[in-house]
């Protein structure tokens, strides 16, 4: 299950888990790139997909069902979904931090809770949080929800490592730095910030979606059983 999986990083981690053999289900809230994606896919069978805010609760339960009455069990959950409103601290509105906390934070809350229980009947799963470099350190420029949700999603996943390890289910973030996607797309498009965060990055170009999604793979695969709660950061 990748949220946020029709664009962007999501978009990526969907087409190469698909296209290393998985069943994917692929959840995003726009409808016009979920039917894009799924007219790129060359195979259907495999492929479920669903558009709802992954804020809702009765819409997890609602796929979870349909996934499990499909495939019967859940392997991997990737909680890719994100939003970011750029204001000043001081003028923002509770309305707009508590929007980016319900999908940076409270989704990803929702999704493990709902995929949790049939990966403790199965004794197996791997649970990968899309975080942020910024949910390691601060930023003076105005992202303050997206930062701090991203710090939520952070310390979550190292709490399910460390309650569900025992059942063999793993959680881990991934952390990219400034990768070109189309929520990212207004910022980067501005040349002196563009600029200066090619300055800071000393590979001397910025992301791509694919170098977010390999390192998905990586943790959804048996190669790395013996990692959990861990922060990768892809920079």
């Not at 809230?29 to 709802?52: G, M």
């Not at 495939?71 to 509105?93: P, Q, T, Y």
């Not at 300055?199 to 959804?220: Q, S």
Request: hydrophobic share 35%.
């Amino acid at each position: 299950i990748i949220t946020g999986g029709a664009s962007g990083i999501g978009e990526a981690i969907s087409k190469i888990f698909h296209q290393e053999g998985s069943n994917i289900c692929v959840i995003d809230n726009n409808k016009n790139k979920l039917e894009n994606f799924e007219k790129s896919i060359d195979s259907k069978d495999d492929v479920l997909t669903f558009s709802f805010d992954v804020s809702d609760e009765n819409s997890w339960k609602d796929c979870i069902k349909e996934v499990l009455n499909t495939w019967g069990k859940i392997d991997v959950l990737v909680n890719n979904a994100g939003m970011s409103l750029r204001s000043n601290f001081e003028e923002m509105k509770k309305e707009d931090w508590d929007k980016v906390f319900a999908v940076n934070s409270t989704a990803v809350m929702l999704g493990t809770q709902n995929v949790i229980a049939n990966m403790k009947k199965n004794r197996s799963g791997s649970i990968i949080n899309v975080s942020s470099i910024f949910g390691l350190v601060g930023s003076a420029r105005s992202s303050t929800a997206y930062h701090a949700s991203k710090g939520s999603s952070r310390i979550f996943t190292k709490t399910i490592a460390a309650q569900y390890g025992k059942h063999n289910i793993r959680s881990n973030s991934i952390h990219p730095g400034f990768t070109d996607t189309p929520m990212t797309e207004d910022i980067h498009s501005i040349e002196q910030v563009r600029n200066e965060r090619l300055a800071m990055t000393p590979m001397g170009r910025l992301g791509k979606p694919e170098d977010i999604a390999y390192g998905a793979l990586y943790l959804a695969s048996d190669e790395s059983s013996w990692v959990t709660g861990s922060e990768l950061v892809i920079d």
